[in-house]
């Protein structure tokens, strides 16, 4: 028995196949192993916080001087709300800043594509 084993072994195209085989099955279980959580891995994940604050002010009327601008909760950027960029916002991340200044405050800029816009 060992030497029919031997004598396979020893053929080209089984020792190719064999190794082929055991090549695919090496590389699968490296791949599915490198997709599984390690539970002490999972625990010390720290999920850091947005540079946008997810509390800001959210204000649905206009400043009497009429600059509310208006800001992506995603985004780092103030438009106009006339501007085709403001139209592209999700009404669910939208926040209305009363002004300019409030805006840039809270740490966002001008967008470059807003005509009206500094």
Sequence with gaps: MIEKLKSLIRE??????L???????????????SIVPV???AAGVQISQP?????APVLDTQAPDGTAVVVSRSGT????PT???AKQINESNKITFAS???AAAAGYSAAANC???E
């Design 77 to 80: 950027k103030y438009h106009l």
């Design 12 to 17: 080209d195209a089984f020792f190719y196949a």
């Design 39 to 41: 539970a002490s891995q």
């Design 115 to 117: 005509p009206g816009l």
């Design 19 to 33: 190794l082929v085989i055991s090549v695919a099955i090496v590389g699968f279980l490296l791949g599915r192993n």
């Design 83 to 85: 501007c085709p960029g």
């Design 51 to 55: 540079s946008v604050p997810m509390t």
């Design 100 to 102: 300019i200044a409030q």
